[in-house]
């Protein structure tokens, strides 16, 4: 049998998977769980990101196309309401720990830039997305209007973002710079 690494177990293999099964088992995340387990939600999310899915739907008749190479990723079958309960039900908080410790694993691998100032130098900034209304009613951003904003703290010494926060589209960067920083 031919041995083989495909792209996505290539993306898969940069994730700390001790570290993401410590924060499953801190957040509780599999917790009475019988079918999908948060590594194969947080693949088959990787794989809807990856391939740009844009609805469940996509992203388990693309799942179920490659069904034969699920296995050699250490990923299995998912069902469309299985994935749309698991999205709804587990804790945003133990992708966002794993977020936090890439983050942390890659601003040591970046190279360090020199500034002459004697403060590090950040920078603010913020992109609204337009998104439905109907579906998002939270984002409400004028009275037919939905959106969201996306706030990045950026650290100019590593090119890479400090932290990264979505709030509804009327929030303004000054108000998520003060509570952040």
Known sequence: MANYSTVFNQLLALIP??????FVNS????????????????GSLLYA??????SLREIVNGL???????????????????????????SYQI?????????SQCKDLTPKHKF???????????????VCLATFSW??????????????????SGDIPDFAVITEGNISDIRIAKDKL
């Open 27 to 42: 957040f509780n995340g599999d917790r009475y769980v019988k079918a999908l387990k948060c590594w194969n939600q947080l």
């Open 49 to 54: 990101q990856a391939s740009g899915k844009k």
């Open 139 to 156: 984002a409400k951003f004028r009275t037919k209007k939905g959106a969201v904003k996306i706030h990045c703290l950026f650290d100019h």
């Open 17 to 22: 998977r001790y570290y993401f099964e410590r």
């Open 116 to 130: 002459r100032f004697k403060n590090p130098l950040y920078t603010i900034d913020a992109s609204t997305i337009d």
């Open 95 to 103: 992708y966002e720990s794993l977020f936090y410790k890439i983050l």
């Open 64 to 90: 179920e196309i490659n069904n034969s190479k699920l296995y050699h990723l250490g990923l299995s079958p998912v069902k469309r309401s299985t994935l749309a309960d698991a999205n709804k039900i587990r």
